[in-house]
């Protein structure tokens, strides 16, 4: 009995041993699980805080950016250095950055490049500091700014009442031509407009002549007739507008004044730049070469190639040759007049980059080597005879706008298109 007892005992023991050894197995199975789980949600905890901080700086970054856009587009608007810039140039390319923008640690560079006058690309990239490193964002924006039509539409010639043409030669490009009463074309010319020629009254055109537009409208040619085109009115000499030309004139001159100043340049180049205003006639003759660089205006007749005898003026004697030359392209350039404008037989070749307006005619007679205009022609009455030659007026629609003043642009610079980096 006493040795069955000792190996019960035995028995005991080991199975204790045992017991305590699986606990023991156990507890540390379970404490390293423990430890596994503890690391896994502490491991996630800070992927999770990492995101999230991403994310807040990833927001931030993108309004930090859009900051940037806004400023370009506010700067274009109203800055004038950027608004000339923009609307005029057309390779025009400007970097800006601002050290600290929105947030204490942000910042932004803004670079805008021209792909021609009023649209542009900006790129703004965004950075923001944080602690081991940064965040960077780049937006790209395509803007525009449209020029709107000039007052006159889309016509390199304009006239309020009749446009009369004979024995002429010519070629209106990028436009059409309008009259508020008659287009009478006859004599043997030949007309060829790239857009529509229009009138209120009537187009007649003469069994040897010949008018080639896209469309012709009139009361008896395709109707209905156009709605009436109002006159647009320069300021000349209002001394109640500060924009008036008088007002902004680099130089103003009486009649008598600059005659003596075209005398004094007999036989050889006279040079305008800017405005040059003349409070009376203007008489352009005698072998006078004139370069106009910007506009000259005058109060009362101008004449181009005054029809002196032999061409003389005194003893110089000479066809006249004028060139008008655009110097900006958000500047005016062209020969205005309140009265009426006149090119005229002792003319031998005009080349004007500008408007030729006159309040009441423009009356062109000449036999000139040549006659171009970039621009437009713009006045009460026209009547062009050129005996042949030819001659060629390009539509420009910025010349017209902002030579007749105030030119509308689109009311906001327009979004097209934004792509993202990070």
């Given at each position: 009995m006493k040795k069955i007892f000792n190996l019960k005992s035995a028995s005991q023991r080991i199975n204790h041993h045992c017991s305590s050894g699986f606990v023991l197995v156990t507890s540390i199975f379970v404490m390293l699980l423990l430890l596994s789980l503890?690391?896994?949600?502490?491991?996630?905890?800070?992927?999770?805080?990492?995101?999230?901080?991403?994310?807040?700086?990833?927001?931030?970054?993108?309004?930090?950016?859009?900051?940037?856009?806004?400023?370009?587009?506010?700067?274009?608007?109203?800055?004038?250095?950027w608004k000339s810039q923009f609307e005029g140039t057309d390779d025009w390319n400007i970097t800006y950055t601002r050290p600290a923008a929105l947030y204490d640690n942000g910042s932004y560079a803004i670079n805008i490049k021209n792909s021609s006058r009023g649209r542009g690309e900006v790129n703004v990239t965004s950075t923001l500091a944080l602690s081991g490193g940064s965040s960077r964002r780049v937006i790209k924006t395509l803007i525009y700014k449209a020029l709107g039509e000039s007052l006159v539409g889309n016509n390199g010639e304009y006239a309020d009442g009749n446009i009369d043409m004979s024995g002429s030669n010519l070629a209106i490009v990028n436009g059409g031509f309008f009259s508020n009463l008659n287009v009478i074309i006859n004599f043997w010319s030949t007309i060829n407009a790239d857009k529509q020629v229009q009138a209120v009254g009537n187009i007649n055109i003469g069994s040897k002549s010949m008018l080639n537009a896209t469309e012709i409208h009139s009361h008896n040619i395709n109707p209905p007739e156009p709605d009436p085109l109002a006159m647009p009115a320069v300021s000349f000499d209002n001394p109640s507008d500060p924009d008036s030309y008088k007002a902004r004139a680099n130089n103003i001159y009486t009649a008598s004044q600059f005659d003596t100043l075209l005398w004094n340049n007999r036989g050889g180049t006279l040079t305008l730049n800017g405005i040059t205003y003349v409070t009376g006639d203007v008489s352009i003759r005698g072998n006078n070469n004139l370069i106009i660089n910007g506009v000259l205006i005058a109060d009362g007749d101008i004449e181009l190639g005054a029809n002196t005898l032999l061409c003389c003026w005194g003893l110089n004697c000479g066809r006249s040759h004028i060139t008008i030359n655009r110097v900006g392209s958000t500047t005016p350039a062209g020969i205005l007049s309140k009265r009426n404008i006149s090119f005229e037989l002792c003319l031998d070749s005009f080349s004007g980059n500008g408007l030729i307006y006159a309040n009441d005619k423009i009356n062109i007679l000449s036999l000139p080597y040549s006659i171009a205009v970039t621009g437009g022609l713009v006045s009460r009455k026209i009547t062009l005879t050129s005996i042949w030659q030819a001659m060629t007026i390009v539509y420009d629609n910025s010349v017209v706008n902002y030579t007749l003043g105030d030119p509308q642009f689109s009311p906001i610079v327009t979004v097209e298109h934004w792509e993202e980096e990070y």
């Open positions: 503890g690391i896994f949600v502490a491991s996630f905890v800070l992927t999770e805080l990492h995101i999230a901080n991403s994310q807040a700086a990833s927001v931030q970054n993108y309004y930090l950016a859009e900051s940037g856009v806004a400023e370009a587009v506010w700067r274009i608007k109203n800055d004038a250095t």
